[in-house]
T-cell receptor, first 110, second 113 residues
Framework: GDQVEQSPSALSLHEGTGSALRCNFT?????VQWFRKNSRGSLINLFY???GTKENGRLKSAFDSKERYSTLHIRDAQLEDSGTYFC????????????FGKGTVLLVSP | DAGVTQTPRHEVAEKGQTIILKCEPV?????LFWYRQTKIQGLELLSY????????DGGAFKDRFKAEMLNSSFSTLKIQPTEPKDSAVYLC???????????FGPGTRLTVL
């Protein structure tokens, strides 16, 4: 089965509201990275965490290796936050290759 | 400061052709990755190089896919022969070292007719 299970697959928010994306891991992961795909299709780094939490503006991410999950919280959502978000995790294997979730399509509406 | 660059951005090929995708990692990065992205499978690892040495060749993709890294600033991904199911976005990423985040290029969108 998939090592990285990302949910939800799609999310609709009204401007000014917030929600959370979640990735569950079926095995112990060493680190997690969150991306957003921009309009050109490039993956833009949002966060890289080996533990704990990080915050950047209206985004906040947490990673718990022991409990095998990571979250990405969005608060005060804006129209420009719309897009596809991915989590990706590094297995605890000595290589830093990433295993990706299937992505969450976020739509923020007025 | 240049990020990861990939060329071409778009490629259209006939079934059975050979195509070569190119990637230049961030200067000074030691690790380079090739991924394939499809709507069904999401992102899948194709190849992984560390200091130009092939560390992983993506198992199921060994058959017609070959990645090379002849120097630390350039990598190619050859698909030979192409099949329609190879239509996808191919992403290259680099990282400075183990335990550091990966930076992605804009990708090459391949369409095989």
């Amino acid at each position: 089965g998939d090592q990285v299970e990302q949910s939800p697959s799609a999310l609709s928010l009204h401007e000014g509201t917030g929600s959370a994306l979640r990735c569950n891991f079926t095995t112990t992961m060493r680190a997690v990275q969150w991306f957003r795909k921009n309009s050109r299709g490039s993956l833009i780094n949002l966060f890289y965490l080996a533990s704990g939490t990080k915050e950047n503006g209206r985004l906040k991410s947490a990673f718990d290796s022991k409990e095998r999950y990571s979250t990405l919280h969005i608060r005060d959502a804006q129209l420009e936050d719309s897009g596809t978000y991915f989590c990706a995790a590094e297995a605890d294997s000595g290589y830093n290759k990433l295993t990706f979730g299937k992505g969450t399509v976020l739509l923020v509406s007025p | 400061d240049a990020g990861v660059t990939q060329t071409p951005r778009h490629e259209v090929a006939e079934k059975g052709q050979t195509i070569i995708l190119k990637c230049e990692p961030v200067s000074g990065h030691n690790d380079l990755f090739w991924y394939r992205q499809t709507k069904i499978q999401g992102l899948e690892l194709l190849s992984y190089f560390r200091s130009k040495s092939l560390m992983e060749d993506g198992g199921a993709f060994k058959d017609r896919f070959k990645a090379e890294m002849l120097n630390s600033s350039f990598s190619t991904l050859k698909i030979q022969p192409t099949e329609p199911k190879d239509s996808a976005v191919y992403l290259c990423a680099s990282s400075s070292d183990w335990g550091y985040e990966q930076y992605f290029g804009p990708g090459t969108r391949l369409t095989v007719l």
